[in-house]
């Protein structure tokens, strides 16, 4: 962490909060008016999102199913924010869908006749979808840390974040199959873009087995391993550090780009960009970071509008 950070971390008296989230603890109990998550803010640019039920080990129940949609809608209209880090307190990052909780959504849809049922139950997979894709429609960078166990649901929410950390003791599991469906809220869409290894995505999916954190970076899944979750929140905390000193416009046309080119041809893509570009080149930003690089000058000291 810089002395910058500090400074600001003990300038907003947020001391507390970015100690906590960099010893791995949960910050407390979940931010009202979410009862599943908890928010804070360890540094003015950075917003830490942890899933805080611990003592169900951060199983998705119907509440956080709709309270990820609300917080990540709110972060993308937060103008402080630029980065997110999300991780999971308690003993693993998330147990996956909540099998309690969710069984009646899914297994007791309502419904008058066959069509109805079918079209209601539609409905509720596309909703329970928007919960991952608004990590990916957020403009702000998300990146995800994961300790322990990342199951089911786990997979669909970080194969929607934009940088995967985790420790050494992770483990993650396309766990579907085992519960008699087939995933359906963005694991199978998404984890053959993040590994580019069809074999290796059909495998994990169709037979439900755990890769180690050693497999999931060296298959791309993850792109670093930490030896804990300290120093796994730690280096989370710097990358965002790193991220939100770059200019907003720079960072959000970037993830969005990227996003698009991941769905487009290089052609189409590249359109896109011309595009984006013909305004965001307009931006201060783009002179304010090129006379900082000219003057070696760090853009931690360089002020940028909020975004
Ligand atoms: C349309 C929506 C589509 C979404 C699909 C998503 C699908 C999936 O996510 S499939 C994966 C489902 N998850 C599982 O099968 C995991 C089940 N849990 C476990 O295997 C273990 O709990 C685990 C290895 C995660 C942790 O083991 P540990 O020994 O550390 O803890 P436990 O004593 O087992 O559990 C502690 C309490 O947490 C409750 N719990 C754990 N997982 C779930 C869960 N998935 N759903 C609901 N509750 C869960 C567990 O019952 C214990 O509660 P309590 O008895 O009250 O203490």
Not at 44 to 59: G, L, M, S, Y
Not at 174 to 201: F, H, M, W, Y
Not at 269 to 279: E, I, P, Q
Request: proline residues 4%; glycine residues 6%.
């Amino acid at each position: 962490m810089t002395f910058l950070f500090r400074t600001s971390f003990r300038k907003q008296g947020l001391l507390i909060p970015v100690l906590n989230a960099v010893r791995g603890m949960s910050t407390g109990s979940p931010t009202p008016p979410f009862t599943t998550l908890s928010i804070s803010r360890p540094a003015d640019t950075i917003t830490h999102v942890e899933f805080c039920r611990p003592e169900k080990r951060n199983a998705m129940n119907k509440a956080f199913w709709s309270e990820m949609v609300d917080c990540f809608n709110q972060i993308a209209e937060d103008k402080e924010c630029r980065v997110v880090v999300f991780s999971g307190a308690g003993k693993i990052f998330t147990a996956g869908i909540d099998l309690m909780d969710m069984a009646g959504d899914i297994m007791q849809p309502e419904g008058d006749d066959t069509a109805r049922i079918s079209w209601n139950l539609r409905q509720i997979i596309v909703k329970y979808q928007e919960s991952f894709s608004v990590i990916e429609k957020c403009p702000k960078p998300v990146i995800v840390a994961i300790h322990g166990a990342c199951i089911g649901g786990g997979v669909d929410l970080i194969t929607a974040s934009d940088i995967r950390l985790c420790t050494q003791d992770a483990w993650f599991q396309v766990k579907e199959v085992d519960i008699g469906l087939a995933a359906d809220v963005g694991t199978l869409q998404r984890l053959p873009k993040v590994i580019g290894n069809r074999s290796l995505v059909n495998e994990l999916a169709l037979t439900a087995r755990k890769m180690y954190a050693d497999e999931a970076k060296s298959c791309g899944l993850v792109s670093r391993v930490f030896p804990d979750k300290e120093t796994m929140m730690a280096g989370a905390l710097e990358m965002a550090g790193e991220i939100a000193s770059r200019s907003p416009v720079a960072v959000q046309g970037t993830k969005i780009n990227l996003i698009f080119s991941r769905d487009h041809s290089v052609q189409e893509s590249l359109n896109y960009m011309a595009t984006w570009n013909m305004s965001m080149l307009q931006t201060h930003d783009l002179m304010k970071s090129a006379q900082a690089a000219m003057e070696k000058k760090s853009l931690k000291d360089i002020i940028f509008s909020k975004l």
